[in-house]
């Protein structure tokens, strides 16, 4: 296909989607994939536009996603919830009647697609967990695993993806307590990281980096490399297209890197700057650096260390990035206040911070949960959390990707420390430190032309006010977060 051709074809599958007409975007998308398989362009459009409509793909995608759920260049997370809606459709492998375990186990093993599924991502499907749950409860339980040895070790990749969060009942835990070592057992519980990890003396800092040495979050395996661009470019992108007056080659700071997924796709993005990333966990740095080991994002400084303490590193930065951070810190003012003292004059700075009127119902999925806060975590117990929201009526967390892992789980509802923003206090926060407010995001391309329709007067949208009214009037707005743009004043 002529270069003008595909960009025009990727082009109408973009305008298809802006217009909300899914099933044609996505036809569109896979007409340029089909003609282009080797385009990075198609392949993001594709994995993008599966991952925001998973419920929209015909059969005819069929092979388009297996080919995309093992492609380096794709995270699998993107487009395995739509391979599921497949096999989860009539005729799909996992559609096989519920009452032949014995039918279901050799349509997996014969099942590439799905034994992929399962391998490169974890379940975000409470109906199809519940379906494999039992698959695996009948392979243990009837001594048939071993003739499925493909459909086991899917099985054992999926418990290691999702931190062993798939439920069992007192029977299984007896079989596999009996025999720790099978392939089979491997499929209910993954090896956690037991080690004694670096002391803090503040409590709170303490007891979150006991968490995430134990539980490292978010698990991830690849990111879908997105289309390079500069840091200066993106920052006049959210300064209404002003110069930034940064380097290209810019110095780059990921504040709380966790296992390393924004770092990677830093790296990717922005292949011209120099990234720093810190965490205080020794066990997700480990793992951020196993997972960056090859590529681009290699070349990532990776180093564990408390975020209060960036100073330390000796440097400044023009851009900083610190998402889903500073609301577990004993002090967030105090931590935002030390990534500003290292933030060059001109630099800027991607913050993103829970919204308090948004956490509403994680606050009441955290009610149901009040006897288990404060006892030792382990897996029994995070399990256990999941038992009870999957028996509430209905599973009000089961559309969050959280609720499928148990990394996910402690991160959601069992953190040891919670402490939320709203508009006002962002703004305070912005007062204090001398910052200037960029830009504010809103989840989709609908909602900001909405909002500037609302708000004729504001169309650099920075009016705090407006915001701060804005998130009254719809409290689940920013549910996955405040996401703002600020800069410190140049000299």
């Known amino acids: 296909m002529a270069e003008e051709d595909l960009a025009a074809l990727l082009r109408?599958?973009?305008e298809l989607a802006g217009a909300g007409r899914f099933p044609q975007a996505l036809e569109a998308a896979r007409l340029a994939l089909r003609q282009a398989p080797d385009d990075p362009d198609a392949r993001r459009l594709a994995a993008r536009l599966?991952?925001?409509?998973?419920?929209?793909?015909?059969?005819?995608?069929?092979?388009?996603?297996a080919r995309l759920v093992v492609d380096p260049a794709v995270d699998p997370m993107m487009v395995a919830p739509a391979g599921w809606q497949l096999l989860l459709a009539p005729g799909g492998s996992v559609g096989a009647p519920s009452g032949d375990p014995a039918g279901l186990a050799r349509s997996l093993e014969a099942d590439l697609f799905a034994l992929a599924l399962l391998d490169q991502a974890y379940v975000t499907r409470l109906d199809a967990e519940r379906i494999?749950?039992?698959?695996?409860?009948?392979?243990?339980?009837?001594?048939?695993w071993p003739d499925f040895p493909r459909l086991v070790a899917a099985l054992a990749a999926q418990a290691t993806q999702n931190g062993g969060a798939w439920l069992f009942d007192p029977e299984e835990r007896r079989a596999i307590d009996a025999d720790p070592g099978t392939a089979i057992a491997a499929a209910y519980r993954p090896r956690l990281d037991t080690s004694d990890g670096r002391a803090f003396d503040d409590p709170v800092t303490r007891a979150v980096a006991d968490q995430y040495r134990r539980w490292p979050y978010p698990a991830w395996t690849r990111v879908t490399v997105p289309a390079a661009t500069t840091i200066p470019a993106e920052i006049a992108s959210v300064d209404l297209g002003r110069p930034s007056g940064l380097p290209v080659a810019a110095e780059m700071l990921v504040a709380g890197c966790g296992t390393g997924r924004e770092a990677a796709l830093a790296a990717f993005r922005y292949p011209d700057s120099r990234i720093t990333a810190i965490d205080l966990s020794e066990t997700s740095i480990a793992y951020a650096a196993a997972r960056c080991r090859e590529g681009p994002p290699a070349r990532i400084d990776f180093r564990a260390m408390d975020l209060e303490s960036v100073g330390a590193l000796g440097k400044r930065f023009h851009f900083?990035?610190?998402?889903?951070?500073?609301?577990?810190?004993?002090?967030?003012?105090?931590?935002?206040a030390a990534l500003a003292g290292v933030l060059e004059p001109g630099g800027a700075m991607r913050i993103m911070v829970y919204s308090e009127p948004?956490?509403?119902g994680i606050r009441a999925a955290r009610a149901g949960l009040a006897d288990l806060r404060g006892r030792p975590v382990d897996g029994d117990l995070l399990?256990?959390?999941?038992?009870?929201?999957?028996?509430?009526?209905?599973?009000?967390?089961?559309?969050?990707?959280?609720?499928?892992?148990?990394?996910?789980?402690?991160?959601?509802?069992?953190h040891p420390h919670e402490d939320s923003f709203d508009v006002p206090r962002i703004g305070r926060g912005l007062d204090a430190l001398g910052l200037e407010l960029l830009a504010f995001d809103?989840?989709?391309?609908?909602?900001?032309?909405?909002?500037?329709?609302?708000?004729?007067?504001?169309?650099a949208m920075r009016d705090l006010h407006s915001w701060a009214a804005l998130e009254r009037e719809q409290p689940s707005?920013?549910?996955?977060?405040?996401?703002?743009?600020?800069?410190?004043?140049?000299?």
């Open 320 to 336: 900083i990035a610190c998402s889903g951070v500073l609301h577990h810190l004993p002090d967030p003012e105090a931590g935002w």
């Open 442 to 459: 809103l989840p989709s391309p609908a909602l900001r032309a909405r909002y500037r329709l609302d708000r004729p007067d504001d169309p």
């Open 358 to 360: 948004a956490r509403a």
């Open 132 to 144: 494999l749950t039992g698959l695996r409860r009948w392979l243990l339980l009837t001594g048939a």
């Open 477 to 491: 707005l920013f549910r996955s977060m405040h996401k703002f743009w600020c800069r410190k004043p140049a000299r």
């Open 383 to 414: 399990r256990e959390a999941r038992r009870r929201l999957i028996a509430g009526p209905p599973a009000i967390l089961e559309g969050s990707i959280d609720f499928y892992t148990l990394q996910g789980v402690y991160d959601l509802l069992l």
């Open 12 to 14: 109408t599958a973009r």
């Open 50 to 65: 599966l991952g925001r409509h998973p419920a929209a793909p015909l059969p005819a995608w069929r092979d388009d996603i």
